[in-house]
């Protein structure tokens, strides 16, 4: 078989919360080139990638053949993760598909895949647990492995699959945003005891890096990542113990927790998918399902591969939330503390930086 190595690799999904520190870890040692597809090349998520080094803007959707192809011309690897809360599940899937067959017609010798669980099958198709942004990449994940089965030699294939990050337990606009109440740090979600799979974006460019690296590894590899099962009592006690100051976890309803969200609720949870087409999902359908699999821990990982490929990964809320604190204080920030407060609070969501309004 043909090294699959590679060394210029098409992104797409790089001005993403995932996309931007897989590319810093990418180009860091300029072994790898990128070139990245995006809606603006002029946008200061874009600039910033550019000034890494050994980074090429495209402009351009990857919802158009022609597009695509131009942008796997001349790479050898790809990495494709699809914005699904842009496009919906139903669009995503059909563009999914098509990236894939595309990269192998372009001769991509190694194509990887920004991947979530297949939370539906997972739980033995209960629709409790149906969440679309979550299934529509889980059962293209299980396609493309499909697909290596036979196409391996041709192109290599991997899938690298994340969860929620926990960044986003300190960021604006996000399902799991805290806020202030009496001066405790507060987060009001329907999480019961369980536990969510939150993934440290830092380590997400680490473990991209390694599946590029080591393709004779993971080709056909589903490598499923996260820091480990936190649950939110945990949460809020790591936050405390690192800042000095209160927090707390109050399990809600799934009831109480939407009626906080009012009209917003029953938007598209793709906001550029048809709100006519039944096969829509609203955000509170959406996200009911994605809190019941963490509620019930449906999800698992096997943290000693982890460690095996990532001896340095984060492997706890508080090692998190201590890193963050002291980064925030070195490079103007502030604490965690000051970054909670509501009028600090910033995106970390691409959808929530583009106020669910970007081009497909």
Same mark, same amino acid.
């Given at each position: 078989?043909?090294?699959?190595?590679?060394?210029?690799?098409?992104?797409?999904?790089?001005?993403?919360?995932?996309?931007?520190?897989?590319?810093?870890?990418?180009?860091?040692?300029?072994?790898? !080139?990128?070139?990245?597809? $995006?809606?603006?090349?002029?946008?200061?998520?874009? #600039?910033?990638? &550019?000034?890494? /080094?050994? *980074?090429?803007?495209?402009?351009?959707?990857?919802?158009?053949?022609?597009?695509?192809?131009?942008?796997?011309?001349?790479?050898?690897?790809?990495?494709?993760?699809?914005?699904?809360?842009?496009?919906?599940?139903?669009?995503?899937?059909?563009?999914?598909?098509?990236?894939?067959?595309?990269?192998?017609?372009?001769?991509?010798?190694?194509?990887?895949?920004?991947?979530?669980?297949?939370?539906?099958?997972?739980?033995?198709?209960?629709?409790?647990?149906?969440?679309?942004?979550?299934?529509?990449?889980?059962?293209?994940?299980?396609?493309?492995?499909?697909?290596?089965?036979?196409?391996?030699?041709?192109?290599?294939?991997?899938?690298?699959?994340?969860?929620?990050?926990?960044?986003?337990?300190?960021?604006?606009? !996000?399902?799991?945003?805290? $806020?202030?109440?009496?001066?405790?740090?507060?987060? #009001?979600?329907? &999480?019961?005891? /369980?536990? *969510?799979?939150?993934?440290?974006?830092?380590?997400?460019?680490?473990?991209?890096?390694?599946?590029?690296?080591?393709?004779?590894?993971?080709?056909?590899?589903?490598?499923?990542?996260?820091?480990?099962?936190?649950?939110?009592?945990?949460?809020?006690?790591?936050?405390?113990?690192?800042?000095?100051?209160?927090?707390?976890?109050?399990?809600?309803?799934?009831?109480?927790?939407?009626?906080?969200?009012?009209?917003?609720?029953?938007?598209?949870?793709?906001?550029?998918?048809?709100?006519?087409?039944?096969?829509?999902?609203?955000?509170?359908?959406?996200?009911?399902?994605?809190?019941?699999?963490?509620?019930?821990?449906?999800?698992?990982?096997?943290?000693?591969?982890?460690?095996?490929?990532?001896?340095?990964?984060?492997?706890?809320?508080?090692?998190?939330?201590?890193?963050?604190?002291?980064?925030?204080?070195?490079?103007?920030?502030? /604490?965690?503390?000051?970054?909670?407060?509501?009028?600090?609070?910033?995106?970390?969501?691409?959808?929530?930086?583009?106020?669910?309004?970007?081009?497909?």
């Amino acid at each position: 078989m043909a090294s699959q190595h590679v060394s210029k690799i098409f992104i797409i999904g790089g001005t993403g919360a995932q996309g931007i520190p897989i590319i810093q870890a990418l180009v860091a040692d300029k072994k790898y !080139t990128v070139k990245v597809l $995006t809606r603006d090349t002029t946008s200061k998520r874009a #600039r910033d990638l &550019l000034a890494l /080094g050994n *980074v090429e803007l495209m402009s351009g959707s990857f919802a158009d053949e022609s597009i695509l192809r131009s942008g796997f011309s001349g790479c050898d690897g790809a990495f494709v993760n699809i914005d699904g809360f842009n496009t919906g599940e139903k669009t995503e899937i059909y563009w999914a598909i098509r990236s894939y067959e595309i990269a192998i017609e372009m001769g991509i010798k190694f194509f990887v895949y920004g991947n979530l669980d297949y939370t539906l099958k997972k739980s033995g198709y209960n629709p409790k647990f149906r969440g679309g942004h979550y299934d529509g990449k889980g059962r293209i994940g299980e396609w493309i492995l499909f697909q290596n089965q036979k196409n391996r030699e041709r192109m290599g294939a991997s899938l690298f699959t994340t969860g929620p990050y926990i960044e986003m337990t300190i960021s604006s606009q !996000t399902i799991m945003t805290p $806020t202030i109440e009496d001066g405790v740090v507060t987060w #009001r979600v329907p &999480l019961g005891q /369980g536990h *969510v799979l939150h993934v440290a974006l830092e380590d997400c460019g680490y473990y991209a890096r390694w599946i590029f690296d080591h393709p004779e590894r993971s080709n056909g590899m589903d490598l499923e990542v996260a820091i480990a099962h936190i649950g939110y009592d945990e949460l809020a006690k790591a936050f405390e113990k690192v800042t000095g100051h209160p927090a707390r976890y109050i399990d809600t309803s799934l009831d109480e927790y939407w009626a906080k969200w009012g009209k917003r609720a029953g938007y598209p949870a793709g906001y550029n998918a048809d709100e006519g087409d039944k096969s829509t999902m609203s955000i509170r359908d959406n996200f009911t399902g994605f809190w019941n699999a963490w509620k019930y821990d449906l999800l698992e990982r096997d943290y000693g591969l982890l460690d095996e490929i990532h001896p340095n990964r984060i492997k706890s809320a508080e090692e998190w939330f201590r890193r963050e604190d002291e980064q925030g204080k070195k490079d103007g920030r502030g /604490g965690l503390w000051d970054r909670v407060q509501k009028e600090n609070l910033k995106p970390i969501l691409k959808l929530s930086e583009d106020g669910r309004k970007g081009k497909l």
